[in-house]
């Protein structure tokens, strides 16, 4: 499968990063932007929109399918994303650029189930889910939603494969929660 670099499509740099854990991710989580797609420029724009309106470090999503199945990197694989609050650290989001009010073409669901077959052999067996799972929103759209709710699970299911459930670590990062509680005393200084 072919991805879209983020210098390819000439993104800006991020104003910080946070790593995705790759232990801690069980989620991939499907989403839509709503607007239309007009190439590249179409994944600036949301960039843009990410960090200039919403204030975010970087472009919410991991990835992100075009409606000809075209798929950009947004945050990638290794970094957490902004796309579903209080699932980020343990997620992927993909987001479908377009609306998925009234379903998407083949293509970009092809490009959907590959990027959910890739991260399943990077992390594990994944719980596939929707924005609107996770979130109050109608994201990402009643076709769409509809659509992933019967998918296939990945592409190896649809040959009768099936991908092992990987152990979870029960022992927790302990540098990352020491970043958490120092961000969390750094917040409550009196400014």
Known sequence: MKIVSRAEWKARPAKSKS??????????????TTGT???TETVRNIQRFHQDTRGWADIGYNFLVSPRGKVYEGR??????????????????VAYIGDGKKGIPDAAKTSILNLLQEA???????????HRDVG???????????WWQDAPETLSDAAGE???????????????GWKRHLARLRDRRPR
């Not at 796309?83 to 650290?89: I, P, Q, T, V």
């Not at 399943?120 to 929707?130: I, N, P, S």
């Not at 109050?136 to 509809?146: I, K, Q, R």
């Open 37 to 39: 797609y007009g190439g």
């Open 136 to 146: 109050s929103t109608t994201c990402p759209g009643d076709g769409l939603y509809a």
């Open 76 to 93: 990638g694989w290794e970094w957490r994303g902004a796309h579903a609050r209080g699932h980020n650290s343990d997620s992927v989001g």
């Open 19 to 32: 790593r995705l854990h790759p232990d801690r991710v069980s989620k991939f989580i499907l989403h839509h």
């Open 120 to 130: 399943q052999e990077r992390f594990g067996a994944l719980d596939r889910m929707a």
């Open 162 to 176: 099936e991908l092992p459930r990987r152990s979870r670590n029960p022992v927790p990062d302990l540098r990352d």
